[in-house]
């Protein structure tokens, strides 16, 4: 009995002591750190008639800056967004999730005015269109950019990098834009 014992918990070590390591997943780490690298910081054009006094154009920027995302937007959505958004080049067979639309949640860093529960992060925009455009300060083509890719003048920026990312389309960089430079 003693022999059987001493037998079975010699096995039993030698099933613990053994060499998992070829069947443990190593991926390499250089990779996975290479393929979240961002691309360098890059300059937009700003499109042609891109900031606009149109109420659809401030409304869709006003919605993305004060949501984070579709499924727990505040309110619906103005024309021109949607709560989902289809991945480009995807094809979504009946029963398949569509994604919830990303959006800005600008007010988590940026007060403003009807801001609610506003950030203190990031400058506070509230005056904006007075302060810095009336007075030539800044310019569309300024915070179009801003918003694009705010790497181009400041590299150590925490703000999100929208469109080098993809994570807004030009055209919601210009609602944005209208936004922001628009009477309050």
């Not at 054009?45 to 409304?59: D, L, Q, R, W, Y």
């Not at 984070?68 to 995807?90: F, T």
């Not at 506003?118 to 810095?132: C, H, R, V, W």
């Amino acid at each position: 009995m003693k022999k059987t014992l001493i037998m079975s918990l010699l096995v039993s070590a030698s099933v613990f002591a053994a060499d998992y390591s070829g069947v443990i997943e190593k991926p390499n780490a250089s990779k996975l750190i290479e393929k979240d690298l961002l691309a360098p910081a890059t300059v937009f054009k700003m499109p042609a008639g891109c900031v606009t006094t149109n109420p659809e154009s401030i409304a869709r920027g006003a919605f993305i800056f004060h949501n984070l995302n579709g499924k727990k937007a505040k309110k619906n959505p103005p024309k021109g967004l949607a709560r989902k958004q289809m991945k480009p080049g995807k094809t979504y067979l009946p029963g398949m999730k569509i994604p919830a639309k990303q959006y800005g949640n600008c007010i988590a860093c940026h007060n403003i005015e009807g801001a609610r529960g506003a950030g203190n992060i990031g400058p506070d925009l509230t005056g904006y269109k007075s302060m810095f455009m009336d007075t030539g300060v800044r310019d569309n083509k300024f915070v179009f950019q801003k918003i694009a890719d705010p790497r181009v003048d400041n590299p150590d920026t925490h703000m999100t990098v929208n469109l080098t990312t993809k994570l807004f389309t030009p055209k919601e960089i210009c609602d944005i834009t209208s936004y922001i430079v628009s009477p309050k």
